[in-house]
């Protein structure tokens, strides 16, 4: 089966609180939607890729390309106004029979591993997606203002890349956009067309997204290195 990778960077980034968007902030010496993508490439050369950048964001992408000699291979679409928007865009760019993961652009340390894991159980179940469980503890807030303990076991935080059969995705994304759709996974079982697969995530697959997100993937990098 094909693979392809819908790596999703369309969004302004307004919680990182700079003038310029998270995804093109640099991480180790490059901007951070090149190492997403590196990190798509690098498992699979023969990976279709697929790029969504919001329209007014492209022109200074291609500065960064050139100024950075960034030459790999994918297809840059226009970003659409939600998330949601930009994946049904990218779908019109995939085939069917094909395994189609999709990316946070600001979360370049998935690695190998757990690309692996994610792809084959969409292989075997139609959709995966990975999450880790809370560590943290959880207090959640009632109608009259006030809040109370709530058990954490019964929760994970969910991660990208998810990754599903295109027979279950593309016909998940001909419905209509609806603020309930927080994720991928959330617009397949909408249509009730599988049971997506939970994967174990990692911790270190971190979504970068204030100021101290960029220090810890800088640590993480330094690292691996």
Avoid at 52 to 72: E, G, H, S, T
Avoid at 172 to 192: C, G, H, L
Wanted: glycine share 4%; net charge positive.
């Amino acid at each position: 089966m094909k693979k392809y990778a819908l790596i999703v960077a369309a969004g302004s980034g307004s919680r990182m609180g700079t003038d310029i968007p998270k995804q093109f902030l640099l991480l180790q010496g490059k901007p951070v939607l090149m190492h997403t993508l590196e990190v798509f490439y690098n498992y699979d050369p023969e990976m279709h890729i697929i790029l969504l950048l919001a329209p007014d964001q492209k022109d200074y992408w291609r500065d960064l390309c050139q100024k950075y000699d960034f030459r790999m291979k994918y297809l840059l679409v226009d970003g659409g106004k939600t998330r949601f928007h930009s994946v049904q865009n990218g779908l019109e760019h995939v085939e069917n029979n094909a395994l189609v993961a999709i990316h946070d652009g600001v979360r370049p340390l998935v690695d190998r591993e757990l690309l692996d894991a994610l792809f084959l159980a969409a292989k075997k179940e139609k959709a995966a997606y990975p999450a880790v469980p809370v560590v943290d503890t959880l207090r959640r807030r009632t109608y009259d203002g006030k809040n109370k303990s709530t058990d954490r076991s019964k929760f994970c935080l969910v991660q990208t890349p998810q990754v599903f059969s295109s027979c279950v995705l593309i016909p998940a994304y001909k419905t209509e956009y609806s603020e309930k759709f927080t994720d991928d996974v959330s617009v397949v079982e909408s249509r009730r067309l599988c049971k997506p697969a939970m994967a174990a995530g990692k911790r270190e697959n971190i979504k970068i997204t204030t100021p101290i997100d960029l220090i810890i993937a800088e640590a993480i990098l330094s690292q691996r290195q």
